[in-house]
């Protein structure tokens, strides 16, 4: 696909496709910079299993940021440029 920026320079959106919970510090900056809603906060367990913050916090081994809408991203990549961590994987649109 060919996308234009408003002044018809080329342009190519890199969409947020997935985010390692082994390298994510869950320190939301991504959230942040997101107008878009495509991610949410949430616990993983001791076992890695994905738990909700509002539930057993107590069960919480560390928190991470997991894909939420991934319809939503318009692949502006400024998501990937606040991460610390680099632990977003982008693609173009298919």
Known sequence: MSFRTRDGRDWRPDYLVW????????CGRCYKVCGREVMTLKGLSEDGEMIDLDE?????????????DEGACIGCSACARVCPTNCQTHAPAA
């Open 19 to 26: 985010i390692d919970p082994n390298k994510c510090i869950g």
């Open 56 to 68: 057993d916090d107590d069960e919480v081994e560390k928190k991470v940021m997991v894909m939420k």
